[in-house]
């Protein structure tokens, strides 16, 4: 009975993990669709509508259901759309067979006995439809490598007793549902995404049964040599958090530490996911890269899998700044890039004798081991890691580029580059350069812009804004494909902050220099920060006038903020400024240390509405974007005071 126990908590478990998944074949229900589409009075196009929709149907429940195999044989341990898509190509025929197996029975049973419920029959079809079906997965996925034979399930009475309840808790549902339906819209509602529910808690719990007979198959996933790449989640707010979701990535280092990896390890990659107990496990190596605004998040991950025997390395640029810190978490610290220390620490990690902090520069045939991984790599993963420059030639008080590259600019070789455009470029023909700055040399880059203008792609990049004083840059950065440049003015154009020197001396030719670079055609993302020492709240009209003049296509505004690795941090470590180390409100968009002549609680008030009026006003996006909420508005009124002078 422990046993069942354990497997209807664990079934439970991974359901609620990946409640999307219910929610996703609730909206295929035909009592849902139909309650809005109406398909049989729209004639022959219900006809189309509803052929459609029974294929949108087909689609998602066979992804989901190879998906959730996937998750209980512990192959993943999380949801990815690629293989969503796999799992569609893979098994839609296997679905489509057993519901055309379904629908036969059914309505051969109706044919000799009318009168019978058909719904709450199909419902218990299910059960030995799902034992069929999870069969025909498992065999068709794992058959080749692990030589699965049928006949060799045995389902306790527990088991079946909990099955059984599962399908009779189903049709009491549904039955309530249907009767509900002209009473409590809500309640039928509820009712219909409960049977969901359990129609998917009862194909879980039957896939474990089957796997059950197989242990080969789980024992084999959870048995290999692993490695975890982990990114955590981000602090700030929870829309924050939210809108990071929409915006997934792998940060580069993964592509690294692959490449760096030796054979025999299977490689592990979680970025920016809630995290979810089942991920944890033992006797595994952990990396994780370690920002300031997801450091909390690093750091009860890495408690967590030491908790369980685990070895966690950590890495990026808080844990590198911050090493003591970091160390109280895990059990050792890299202090700059991976490349130098990756395989010593592989090393180590097998001999079991890890040592605290690493740190060492990259050799060239390091850095041309990552290359040649790229070569080989997922498409998408090399997409994201199209870096031409690391580091930057300025060294801003409020940046911490400069600490992590140790001061140092590295270019990756022209001909590399360009290697990886020319692997990606049949698929992809718009791409997002990494870079701190791509202007960091300008011999290299003029280099860099004539070697890709044969390739006929479209670019965008961050850049220092001196690159417009080139004139003969800035053209071949139109001519290679330039469409779109992220430039930090920070200040603005007659701040006292000029004084400090580097790049913010440029202030003055501000308006100059982004005239040249629009007149090239291409756009530019602006980014301003408020809160130098020279900033006053009534200075603020200044903020606007200048973004107003420079008038960029995106604009943003974010509080200048004390990075753990900046000289500014540590000038303000030593003013005793800070207000607080709560790490996951680093975000750029919270106010952390006592400006000089700015009022903390006025500016914590008021910068969420300071930041979000600058960005609509000094852009012709964010100018695009009021015109539609006024018409959007405009017609809503319109249409209210229409249907109120309707009513009697």
């Known amino acids: 009975m422990s046993k069942t126990?354990?497997?209807?908590?664990?079934?439970?478990?991974?359901?609620?993990?990946?409640?999307?998944?219910?929610?996703?074949?609730?909206?295929?229900?035909?009592?849902?669709w139909s309650l809005y589409l109406q398909p049989d009075s729209l004639g022959p196009s219900g006809i189309i509508l509803l052929a459609l929709t029974y294929l949108l149907k087909l689609i998602i429940y066979s992804g989901i259901y190879g998906t959730l195999v996937e998750l209980c044989s512990y192959e993943e341990y999380c949801v990815s759309l690629q293989r969503f898509w796999r799992n569609v190509n893979d098994f839609w025929i296997p679905c489509l067979f057993l519901q055309i197996i379904k629908i036969a029975v059914i309505f051969g049973f109706y044919a000799f006995i009318p009168e019978f419920d058909m719904i709450s029959f199909g419902l218990w079809l299910d059960i030995p439809l799902f034992f069929g079906l999870a069969a025909l997965i498992i065999r068709k996925k794992y058959s080749k490598k692990f030589r699965v034979k049928p006949g060799l399930l045995k389902l306790s009475y527990s088991e079946g007793c909990v099955l059984l309840g599962l399908v009779v808790a189903q049709t009491l549902a549904s039955l309530e549902a249907r009767m509900t339906l002209d009473i409590s819209l809500s309640a039928f509602l509820s009712l219909i995404l409960l049977t969901k529910y359990l129609h998917l808690l009862l194909l879980i719990l039957i896939i474990k049964i089957v796997l059950k007979a197989c242990p080969e198959i789980p024992d084999h996933f959870q048995s290999r040599k692993e490695i975890f790449l982990i990114n955590p989640m981000a602090g700030g707010s929870i829309l924050v958090s939210l809108s990071i979701l929409c915006f997934r990535y792998h940060p580069s280092v993964f592509a690294v530490l692959k490449g760096l990896t030796p054979p025999g390890y299977h490689i592990r990659t979680f970025s920016r996911l809630f995290w979810r107990k089942r991920y944890y496990r033992p006797n595994t190596l952990v990396a994780l890269t370690c920002h300031t605004c997801n450091s909390f998040e690093?750091?009860?991950?890495?408690?967590?899998?030491?908790?369980?025997?685990?070895?966690?390395?950590?890495?990026?640029?808080?844990?590198?700044?911050?090493?003591?810190?970091?160390?109280?978490?895990?059990?050792?610290?890299?202090?700059?890039?991976?490349?130098?220390?990756?395989?010593?620490?592989i090393k180590d990690y097998e001999s079991g004798?890890?040592?605290?902090?690493?740190?060492?520069?990259?050799?060239?045939?390091?850095?041309?081991?990552?290359?040649?991984?790229?070569?080989?790599?997922?498409?998408?993963?090399?997409?994201?890691?199209?870096?031409?420059t690391h580091g930057c030639k300025f060294h801003c008080d409020f940046c911490a580029v400069n600490t992590l590259?140790?001061?140092?600019?590295?270019?990756?070789?022209?001909?590399?580059?360009?290697?990886?455009?020319?692997?990606?470029?049949?698929?992809?023909?718009?791409?997002?350069?990494?870079?701190?700055?791509?202007?960091?040399?300008?011999?290299?880059?003029?280099?860099?812009?004539?070697?890709?203008?044969?390739?006929?792609?479209?670019?965008?990049?961050?850049?220092?804004?001196?690159i417009a004083a080139n004139e003969r840059i800035l053209r071949l950065a139109k001519e290679s494909g330039c469409i779109?440049?992220?430039?930090?003015?920070?200040?603005w154009d007659a701040s006292k902050e000029q004084e400090h020197g580097g790049k913010f001396s440029m202030a003055h030719k501000y308006l100059e220099y982004t005239k040249r670079i629009k007149k090239t055609g291409i756009i530019i993302k602006?980014?301003?920060?408020?809160?130098?020492?020279?900033?006053?709240?009534?200075?603020?009209?200044?903020?606007?006038?200048?973004?107003?003049?420079?008038?960029?296509?995106?604009?943003?505004?974010?509080?200048?903020?004390?990075?753990?690795?900046?000289?500014?941090?540590?000038?303000?470590?030593?003013?005793?400024?800070?207000?607080?180390?709560?790490?996951?409100?680093?975000?750029?968009?919270?106010?952390?240390?006592?400006?000089?002549?700015?009022?903390?609680?006025?500016?914590?008030?008021?910068?969420?509405?300071?930041?979000?009026?600058?960005?609509?006003?000094?852009?012709?996006?964010?100018?695009?974007?009021?015109?539609?909420?006024?018409?959007?508005f405009w017609k809503a009124t319109g249409f209210f005071l229409y249907a109120t002078s309707l009513q009697p």
């Open 484 to 491: 779109g440049l992220t430039i930090g003015y920070e200040i």
């Open 353 to 388: 004798s890890l040592k605290p902090v690493y740190q060492a520069e990259a050799t060239d045939a390091q850095y041309k081991k990552v290359h040649q991984y790229l070569l080989s790599a997922p498409l998408p993963e090399v997409k994201d890691y199209l870096e031409t």
């Open 5 to 32: 126990r354990s497997l209807v908590q664990s079934a439970f478990h991974l359901l609620n993990t990946y409640f999307s998944a219910v929610i996703l074949i609730y909206f295929c229900e035909e009592n849902i």
């Open 298 to 345: 690093a750091y009860k991950i890495a408690k967590e899998f030491k908790k369980r025997g685990s070895r966690v390395i950590m890495g990026g640029p808080h844990a590198a700044c911050l090493p003591q810190e970091a160390l109280e978490f895990c059990d050792s610290v890299v202090m700059g890039d991976a490349e130098g220390v990756w395989e010593d620490i």
């Open 526 to 632: 602006g980014h301003f920060i408020l809160g130098f020492d020279s900033d006053r709240l009534e200075n603020l009209w200044n903020y606007w006038k200048c973004g107003l003049a420079i008038f960029p296509f995106f604009s943003v505004m974010a509080l200048l903020t004390p990075l753990p690795g900046s000289k500014f941090y540590r000038d303000m470590l030593e003013q005793e400024r800070l207000m607080n180390i709560n790490w996951r409100w680093y975000t750029t968009f919270w106010l952390m240390f006592k400006t000089k002549h700015m009022g903390y609680l006025r500016l914590k008030i008021l910068f969420p509405l300071i930041t979000g009026l600058f960005s609509l006003t000094t852009s012709p996006n964010g100018w695009l974007l009021i015109n539609i909420f006024v018409i959007v």
């Open 405 to 466: 590259c140790d001061g140092k600019v590295r270019h990756k070789p022209v001909a590399e580059f360009v290697e990886l455009l020319q692997k990606l470029r049949p698929r992809y023909k718009v791409f997002n350069f990494i870079d701190s700055n791509i202007y960091s040399d300008p011999q290299y880059t003029a280099e860099l812009f004539e070697a890709l203008k044969p390739l006929k792609i479209k670019w965008y990049a961050s850049s220092s804004i001196d």
